[in-house]
């Protein structure tokens, strides 16, 4: 069995996303066809890239968390530093278009 290396948020609880550098949060739902996409992508680069910390927040499941990041659309990607938000996109995306998003919001 694979372990995975992004993280789950419960409980509306972005603790160990504000205590990370630099993570990304990406908000999702089971049903949704783009996500179940995106998530193969996101174990692959969270794999891949150092200094990061890859989160998934299933978006009914913390609802608090889509109100207060104005999440209406998903998979919406996140990336904080610091525990503050610091850029965003919406949709699918190929995996080399993520990781260059990434790195030039990670400083």
């Known amino acids: ?11 509306n609880d972005l603790s160990e996303v504000k205590a990370s550098g630099c993570a990304l949060v990406d908000f999702s739902a089971a049903w ?8 193969p992508v996101l ?8 200094g990061v910390a890859f989160f998934n927040a299933d978006a009914e ?3 608090e968390l ?14 904080f ?6 850029a965003q996109t919406v949709g699918f995306q190929p995996k080399e278009v993520i990781k260059g998003w990434i790195e030039s919001n990670r400083n």
């Open 61 to 63: 499941a913390n609802m």
């Open 43 to 50: 174990e692959e680069l969270s794999d891949e890239m150092d």
């Open 1 to 11: 069995m694979e372990i995975s290396m992004v993280k789950k948020i419960k409980n």
């Open 81 to 86: 530093r610091d525990g503050r938000p610091v």
């Open 66 to 79: 889509s109100s207060k990041y104005g999440v209406t659309s998903i998979p919406a990607l996140f990336i």
């Open 32 to 39: 949704c066809g783009p996500c179940n996409m995106l998530a």
